[in-house]
């Protein structure tokens, strides 16, 4: 695929994953009668779902990072050149933008509006290392086992991720910036959102190390067993 396709599969993918995450974000918020639990499963399910859909489909076509901390793995690993990767970022930050626009459009919410939801402290902090260690390490050691059931162990993960971390596992610096820029359930306070972001890079570097380690060694057939 030309570099073209491979920019508009990212910020189309991105755009489509914010479009779920803050689209679901006010549905749920809306339909659940002011159950926090009920918003974050309704929140949480339709994001697990998309990441299938968008992996599967645009993993073909740019290898379906939509993700900076991923995109950073890859170049690191020398599978992706430094100066696609630069444009991968932008486009994926472009993409994330575009989907909670159209997410505000389609809610009748205001298009541009900060978060007020404030989600800091050193709880919050590791998990969103923790969360985005274990979505790289994920990546990584399932394209090495069996690189046909990425998409199903990223919606999975996620999907787990969502309740086992305190963040509720943003694990992605686009989807971190662009959820700045929202004020409904799925927002954070966009100034919170450089710490976040610090730590979602600090977990990915360490899930490359750890897997570098661990998962090492020549990749098996698609046929192989688990």
């Known amino acids: ?11 189309l993918g991105t755009a489509f994953l914010l479009a779920t995450v803050v689209g679901s974000g006010i549905m749920a918020d809306r339909l659940s009668g002011g159950s926090v639990g009920l918003a974050l499963l309704g929140n949480t399910l339709p994001t697990g779902a998309i990441l299938i ?11 379906a990072h ?3 901390a991923v995109t950073l ?73 069996r690189p046909a059931a990425v998409p199903v162990a990223v919606g999975l993960y996620i999907t787990a991720a969502y309740w086992f971390t305190a963040s509720t596992s943003f694990a992605n610096p686009a989807v971190t910036l662009a959820r700045g820029l929202t ?13 976040f972001v610090v730590c979602q890079l600090i977990g990915a570097v360490l899930a490359l190390a750890v897997a570098g380690w661990m998962v090492s060694g020549p990749k098996p057939s698609e046929t192989s067993a688990p």
């Open 1 to 11: 695929m030309d570099m073209t396709r491979k920019l508009g599969a990212e910020a």
């Open 53 to 63: 859909v968008l992996i599967t489909m645009l993993g073909p076509v740019s290898g």
């Open 66 to 68: 939509f993700n900076p």
């Open 73 to 145: 793995v890859f170049a690191l690993r020398r599978e992706l050149v430094w100066s696609e990767a630069g444009f991968y970022v932008a486009a994926q930050v472009i993409g994330a933008v575009a989907g909670v626009l159209a997410a505000h459009a389609m809610f009748a919410e205001p298009l541009f509006m900060a978060s007020q939801t404030a989600r800091s402290g050193a709880g919050q902090w590791f998990a969103e290392a923790v969360a985005t260690f274990g979505l790289v390490f994920t990546i990584l050691a399932t394209l090495k086992a």
């Open 183 to 195: 004020d409904t359930f799925s927002g954070i306070r966009p100034n919170d959102v450089p710490a």
